[in-house]
């Protein structure tokens, strides 16, 4: 089993639908981040919890530490959101290294 | 995410050569961070060094590959002898302590 899981794998949506992504880990973690990876291209750092909720524009980041889970919401989707979500976790044993979800392909149809 | 330059975005290397990535982490930080993405896979941490230290090479294959960070310069990611098997794109993220980390937009690797 991986330590961190994400679900949905794959997600297709309409243009303007809510989007939820979901992220699940096993271990103990000092943050949670949300990372945004376009076809070919680089990895931009979307949000970096510890605990609460986070917004930046129609996102939308949540954590739960006690149930070790984590949402991506994306109000109002547009197609240039189409992307792959990663969600990674930092490690609550003094090493900064991350460790990665599989990530969620999310497409949005115009 | 400004700021974390790799280079070269793009490079290809015919198998038994050198591939050699270079890492220039924001100004500032002192956390280097190796990430290695296989096709069709997610992200694989590889190697964490501070100036001058390897923190954790945990993730680094036991042969031919090395990285270092020296105290001036970017820090280089090293394959020696490279084989198909690392054709991989290769990313380089960087932070201070308890920071976000910043990624750079990776190096893609083809080994013919």
């Known amino acids: 089993k991986n330590e961190v899981e994400q679900s949905p794998q794959n997600l297709t949506a309409q243009e303007g639908e809510f989007i939820t992504i979901n992220c699940s880990y096993s271990v103990g973690i000092s943050a949670l981040h949300w990372l945004q990876q376009h076809p070919g291209g680089g990895i931009v750092s979307l949000f970096m919890?510890?605990?609460g909720k986070k917004k930046h524009g129609r996102l939308i980041a949540t954590i739960n530490i006690q149930e070790k889970h984590s949402s991506l919401h994306i109000t109002a989707s547009h197609p240039r959101d189409s992307a792959v979500y990663i969600c990674?976790?930092?490690?609550?044993?003094?090493?900064?290294?991350?460790?990665f979800g599989t990530g969620t392909r999310l497409t949005i149809i115009p | 995410n400004a700021g974390v330059m790799q280079n070269p975005r793009h490079l290809v290397r015919r198998r038994g050569q050198e591939a050699r990535l270079r890492c220039s982490p924001v100004k500032g930080h002192s956390h280097v961070y190796w990430y290695r993405q296989l096709p069709e896979e997610g992200l694989k941490f590889m190697v964490y060094?501070?100036?001058?230290?390897?923190?954790?090479e945990s993730g680094m294959p036991k042969e031919r590959f090395s990285a270092e960070f020296p105290k001036e310069g970017p820090s280089i990611l090293r394959i020696q002898q490279v084989v198909r098997g690392d054709s991989a794109a290769y990313f380089c993220?960087?932070?201070?302590?308890?920071?976000?980390?910043?990624f750079g937009q990776g190096t893609r690797l083809t080994v013919v």
């Open positions: 919890l510890s605990s």
């Open positions: 993220a960087s932070s201070t302590r308890d920071t976000e980390a910043f």
């Open positions: 060094l501070q100036k001058e230290n390897i923190i954790d």
């Open positions: 990674a976790v930092r490690s609550d044993f003094g090493n900064e290294k991350l460790t």
